[in-house]
């Protein structure tokens, strides 16, 4: 009788196991699989955002590192900068934005947050003379350069989480930085360094290579222009500094997963496929000399085949995710090209994704090895009580799991709803409240992508419904958002009384994609169209006005570029003005030659008080196409990494210069879609055509 009994109890109990460790497998199978997808879309979010705010931030210290070569140069001239006519502020102006008390909760800031190894002060700047400097030469410069403190303040002000150091160095020996800090080394010479020999030898706008900083010994990188004399001979190169590592700090990571993270920027140096480590999240300051070479890392993996292709992506500019050791750790490779050669890259650590799903696994199995070693022990001791205890350690352990199991499979078919309801009171129940908490965060996803699609329905409705029908022109528009929504438009407005006749034509980028250029480009067509009916004709002033209330609405990381027309149908002329958009293109019937529609100006939103000229009129003649685009047009990019270009816009147009306006429109736009197959366009895509009959 007992073989009997004891023979189907051991069955039923190897079943258990079986069906306990199946059940287990199952779930954590299932979690592992969400919890990746989930990971791996927000990783990928997190770089884009990245190299996003690297573009902008590039951008800005560029139109910095211009304002301070100017103002140096005005310095060496005895020149001050002048109010600009029609109210704008010239860039000295422009800077005066800034006040004492901000300057001092800067500096307060900065210290707390052990930006600079020493004290620093931001009142004042240091003054060092390079050994061997003529004396006659050097009082000559120091009188020019006695008031550079407010310049340097006003200028740091404007990117204080970007900017390190400024200084100015002269050939005739001097050096300035800012703010002051402890002195440089004895042998120290500005002219020797790499960032002033690029500078001097390119004439224009540089940045280096990583180096290490004479002070601190960080890594640094420079953004360096040279300035001139009034006699146009060089005088010498200033700069700004970046301490690389704080460049990561526009990366914000999830807490789940960051722990031993690595974040990085990667380049390639003449075009190989050997990637070095440009700067790193966790570099630490360097113990080199600052007089010696900072040596870059390279990239590289235990895993040869997958590493191999990794690099062929990045030489060919792609995007993408990839599971490779790094150090002998299995790791999520994350990685996007940004401008030029520079791709930024995710690292990872599996485990760190595979956490929880392993921490479940980890549970299941110690509960199914001691609940196996009660059942031997109460076996040895009570036949029937061991059957009994068996039956109802059965169901304690495996009824919740199965409902794990079950609604693991619901929340993967894509029922966020999938719910357990498990009150065990233990690790089980534990296990059930994280499941019931993945659901609404997956659905709380989709509902933000939903409302990006009906974003973008409702910014469609605020492009023109209708073109004007104006007797001897025949005249279009067409945009293609690259998402959900998107910062390009155009518009149409057309005057009464005594303006008929008059047609304004609008086109605007603005920089960045999703809600917020969506939301930006809302607010710029209205207040561009309210401008438009209060100054009608005056370009000038609608951009100075239209530029002034953008600025103070939007961000500072958020500016558009505008092309704003006045087409006089009665005259056949028309006159124009930019704000830092791509000029307009003529094309000639007469002789069938292309010219661009050229006038200055900087990108709106951007700086206030800045004067926008107005060009022309120009005659339009019979037969006359002139054609107002966005970038997303020329700089589209096919796999290759060619781009789209104004030579084949120009040729698309010559090919289809008889077709209606409306025809034109759609088939540049269909021919920048097939040209970038299979890949799709990366940025809006917006044109124009006016075409004189």
Same mark, same amino acid.
């Given at each position: 009788?007992?073989?009997?009994?004891?023979?189907?109890?051991?069955?039923?109990?190897?079943?258990?196991?079986?069906?306990? *460790?199946?059940?287990? $497998?199952?779930?954590?199978?299932?979690?592992?699989?969400?919890?990746?997808?989930?990971?791996?879309?927000?990783?990928?979010?997190?770089? #884009?955002?990245?190299?996003?705010?690297?573009?902008?931030?590039?951008?800005?210290?560029?139109?910095?590192?211009?304002?301070?070569?100017?103002?140096?140069?005005?310095?060496?001239?005895?020149?001050?900068?002048?109010?600009?006519?029609?109210?704008?502020?010239?860039?000295?102006?422009?800077?005066?934005?800034?006040?004492?008390?901000?300057?001092?909760?800067?500096?307060?800031?900065?210290?707390?947050?052990?930006?600079?190894?020493?004290?620093?002060?931001?009142?004042?700047?240091?003054?060092?003379?390079?050994?061997?400097?003529?004396?006659?030469?050097?009082?000559?410069?120091?009188?020019?350069?006695?008031?550079?403190?407010?310049?340097?303040?006003?200028?740091?002000?404007?990117?204080? @989480?970007?900017?390190?150091? @400024?200084?100015? +160095?002269?050939?005739?020996?001097?050096?300035?930085?800012?703010?002051?800090?402890?002195?440089?080394?004895?042998?120290?010479?500005?002219?020797?360094?790499?960032?002033?020999?690029?500078?001097?030898?390119?004439?224009?706008?540089?940045?280096?290579?990583?180096?290490?900083?004479?002070?601190? #010994?960080?890594?640094?990188?420079?953004?360096?222009?040279?300035?001139?004399?009034?006699?146009?001979?060089?005088?010498?190169?200033?700069?700004?500094?970046?301490?690389?590592?704080?460049?990561?700090?526009?990366? !914000?990571? $999830?807490?789940?997963?960051?722990?031993?993270?690595?974040?990085?920027?990667?380049?390639? #140096?003449?075009?190989?496929?050997?990637?070095?480590?440009?700067?790193?999240?966790?570099?630490?300051?360097?113990?080199?000399?600052?007089?010696?070479?900072?040596?870059?890392?390279?990239?590289?993996?235990?895993?040869?085949?997958?590493?191999?292709?990794?690099?062929?992506?990045?030489?060919?500019?792609? +995007?993408?995710?990839?599971?490779?050791?790094?150090?002998?750790?299995?790791?999520?490779?994350?990685?996007?090209?940004?401008? =030029?050669?520079?791709?930024?890259?995710?690292?990872?650590?599996?485990?760190?994704?595979?956490?929880?799903?392993?921490?479940?696994?980890?549970?299941?199995?110690?509960?199914?090895? *001691?609940?196996?070693?009660? +059942?031997?022990?109460?076996?040895?001791?009570?036949?029937?009580?061991?059957?009994?205890?068996?039956?109802?350690?059965?169901?304690?352990?495996?009824?919740?799991?199965?409902?794990?199991?079950?609604?693991?499979?619901?929340?993967?078919? =894509?029922?966020?709803?999938?719910?357990?309801?498990?009150?065990?009171?233990?690790?089980? @129940?534990?296990?059930?409240?994280?499941?019931?908490?993945?659901?609404?965060?997956?659905?709380? !996803?989709?509902?933000?992508?939903?409302?990006?699609?009906?974003?973008?329905?409702?910014?469609?409705?605020?492009?023109?419904?209708?073109?004007?029908?104006?007797?001897?022109?025949?005249?279009?528009?067409?945009?293609?958002?690259?998402?959900?929504?998107?910062?390009?438009?155009?518009?149409?407005?057309?005057?009464?009384?005594?303006?008929?006749?008059?047609?304004?034509?609008?086109?605007?980028?603005?920089?960045?994609?999703?809600?917020?250029?969506?939301?930006?480009?809302?607010?710029?067509?209205?207040?561009?169209?309210?401008?438009?009916?209060?100054?009608? +004709?005056?370009?000038?002033?609608?951009?100075?006005?239209?530029?002034?209330?953008? %600025?103070?609405?939007?961000? %500072?990381?958020?500016?558009?570029?505008?092309?704003?027309?006045?087409?006089?149908?009665?005259?056949?002329?028309?006159?124009?003005?930019?704000?830092?958009?791509?000029?307009?293109?003529?094309?000639?019937?007469?002789?069938?030659?292309?010219?661009?529609?050229?006038?200055?100006?900087?990108?709106?939103?951007?700086?206030?008080?800045?004067?926008?000229? %107005?060009?022309?009129?120009?005659?339009?003649?019979?037969?006359?196409?002139?054609?107002?685009?966005?970038?997303?047009?020329?700089?589209?990019?096919?796999?290759?990494?060619?781009?789209?270009?104004?030579?084949?816009?120009?040729?698309?147009?010559?090919?289809?210069?008889?077709?209606?306006?409306?025809?034109?429109?759609?088939?540049?736009?269909?021919?920048?879609?097939?040209?970038?197959?299979?890949?799709?366009?990366?940025?809006?895509?917006?044109?124009?055509?006016?075409?004189?009959?």
């Amino acid at each position: 009788l007992l073989s009997v009994s004891l023979i189907p109890l051991i069955l039923i109990i190897a079943l258990q196991r079986f069906s306990f *460790q199946v059940t287990g $497998n199952k779930v954590t199978s299932d979690i592992r699989k969400v919890l990746d997808d989930y990971a791996y879309y927000n990783m990928e979010s997190i770089l #884009h955002q990245f190299n996003m705010n690297l573009d902008l931030n590039v951008r800005l210290l560029e139109a910095l590192i211009k304002i301070q070569a100017d103002r140096m140069e005005e310095a060496l001239r005895g020149k001050k900068a002048k109010r600009r006519k029609g109210g704008a502020k010239s860039p000295d102006e422009f800077l005066d934005t800034i006040t004492l008390e901000s300057v001092k909760n800067l500096n307060d800031k900065r210290h707390s947050n052990n930006v600079y190894p020493f004290p620093v002060d931001f009142f004042s700047e240091n003054i060092f003379i390079v050994k061997g400097a003529s004396r006659k030469k050097v009082d000559k410069d120091l009188a020019a350069f006695r008031d550079l403190t407010e310049v340097f303040k006003k200028i740091y002000h404007k990117a204080p @989480q970007i900017i390190y150091w @400024q200084h100015v +160095s002269l050939e005739s020996g001097i050096i300035i930085t800012y703010p002051k800090g402890i002195a440089l080394p004895k042998l120290f010479d500005p002219r020797k360094r790499d960032w002033y020999k690029m500078a001097k030898k390119a004439g224009g706008l540089i940045w280096s290579e990583p180096y290490v900083d004479a002070s601190t #010994h960080k890594p640094m990188l420079t953004v360096a222009k040279p300035i001139y004399r009034s006699d146009g001979s060089f005088a010498g190169v200033t700069g700004i500094d970046i301490h690389l590592p704080l460049i990561f700090r526009w990366m !914000h990571l $999830n807490p789940d997963w960051a722990e031993g993270a690595e974040r990085m920027l990667l380049t390639s #140096h003449e075009n190989k496929k050997k990637f070095k480590i440009l700067a790193r999240s966790s570099m630490e300051d360097s113990l080199e000399k600052w007089n010696q070479p900072l040596k870059l890392e390279t990239i590289s993996s235990e895993d040869t085949t997958e590493f191999n292709a990794f690099l062929n992506e990045l030489f060919e500019g792609k +995007s993408g995710v990839r599971i490779m050791r790094y150090k002998g750790e299995k790791a999520i490779w994350v990685y996007g090209g940004g401008k =030029g050669r520079v791709i930024a890259l995710l690292l990872v650590p599996y485990k760190n994704m595979t956490e929880l799903a392993d921490r479940t696994e980890e549970f299941l199995w110690k509960k199914n090895t *001691q609940w196996m070693r009660y +059942s031997a022990l109460f076996l040895a001791l009570l036949l029937i009580t061991e059957v009994i205890i068996v039956i109802k350690l059965s169901k304690k352990f495996t009824s919740p799991i199965l409902d794990l199991a079950n609604a693991g499979q619901k929340l993967a078919g =894509g029922n966020f709803d999938a719910h357990v309801d498990i009150q065990s009171g233990d690790e089980l @129940q534990q296990l059930g409240d994280i499941f019931n908490r993945i659901g609404p965060k997956l659905k709380e !996803h989709q509902k933000m992508q939903q409302s990006l699609v009906l974003a973008g329905a409702i910014q469609q409705r605020l492009l023109p419904k209708d073109v004007p029908h104006i007797p001897g022109f025949d005249i279009a528009g067409l945009c293609r958002f690259s998402d959900e929504t998107g910062g390009d438009y155009y518009d149409f407005i057309e005057f009464e009384k005594d303006d008929s006749g008059k047609i304004s034509i609008i086109v605007g980028d603005v920089s960045g994609h999703g809600i917020s250029a969506a939301l930006m480009m809302a607010s710029a067509r209205a207040i561009v169209r309210s401008n438009i009916r209060h100054f009608t +004709s005056d370009l000038s002033r609608i951009m100075y006005e239209f530029n002034n209330e953008l %600025t103070a609405d939007s961000e %500072t990381e958020k500016f558009m570029t505008l092309f704003l027309g006045l087409l006089d149908t009665e005259k056949r002329t028309i006159i124009w003005t930019s704000g830092g958009h791509d000029p307009a293109i003529r094309y000639h019937a007469m002789n069938g030659k292309y010219e661009e529609l050229s006038t200055q100006g900087i990108p709106v939103g951007f700086l206030s008080n800045m004067n926008f000229e %107005t060009a022309g009129p120009l005659k339009l003649n019979k037969g006359d196409i002139v054609l107002i685009g966005t970038d997303g047009i020329w700089e589209t990019e096919r796999e290759d990494e060619e781009m789209f270009g104004k030579d084949r816009l120009s040729q698309v147009v010559n090919n289809n210069k008889d077709k209606s306006a409306e025809e034109i429109c759609r088939i540049i736009v269909d021919s920048v879609i097939d040209f970038c197959k299979p890949r799709k366009p990366e940025d809006d895509i917006t044109v124009v055509i006016i075409k004189v009959l």
